[in-house]
């Protein structure tokens, strides 16, 4: 059974840091992409960061490039988001994806607020 577990999340201040993780199970891991996806109330999920399976290739949204590092570790079957120079804007629930023998997987989520 395939499952994401994310943590990490909380309440930060503007300009503060987070590193976000994502734990995976039931598939073979190391053969998969994995992409953060972040949902912010009343507005649509978007694409945050996307990493390649064995984590040489790594792909951000604008609004990530600069702040965001995505990273993983295969061997701990865990992906990363660290998040650096926080903006009330990146207020949202984070998700971990990956697209597995044709199906789209999800986490629950992570809670992420920047408020001062």
Same mark, same amino acid.
């Given at each position: 059974?395939?499952?994401?577990? +994310?943590?990490?999340?909380? =309440?930060?201040? &503007?300009?503060?840091? =987070?590193? =976000? ?6 598939? *073979?891991?190391?053969? !998969? ?6 949902? @912010? &109330?009343?507005?649509?999920? +978007?694409?945050? @960061? ?7 290739? *790594?792909?951000?949204?604008?609004? @990530?490039?600069?702040?965001? *590092? ?9 992906? !990363?988001?660290?998040?650096?120079? =926080?903006?009330? +804007? ?7 994806? @990956? ?18």
């Amino acid at each position: 059974q395939v499952q994401f577990v +994310e943590s990490g999340g909380g =309440l930060v201040q &503007p300009g503060g840091s =987070l590193r =976000l993780s994502c734990a995976a199970s039931g598939f *073979t891991f190391s053969t !998969y992409g994995v992409t953060w996806y972040r949902q @912010a &109330p009343g507005k649509e999920r +978007e694409l945050v @960061a996307v990493i390649s399976s064995l984590g040489y290739r *790594t792909n951000y949204a604008d609004s @990530a490039k600069g702040r965001f *590092t995505i990273s993983r570790d295969n061997a701990k079957r865990t992906v !990363y988001l660290q998040m650096n120079s =926080l903006k009330p +804007e990146d207020t949202a629930v984070y998700y971990c994806n @990956a697209h597995i023998r044709g199906l789209d997987y999800w986490g629950q989520g992570t809670q992420v607020t920047v408020s001062s």
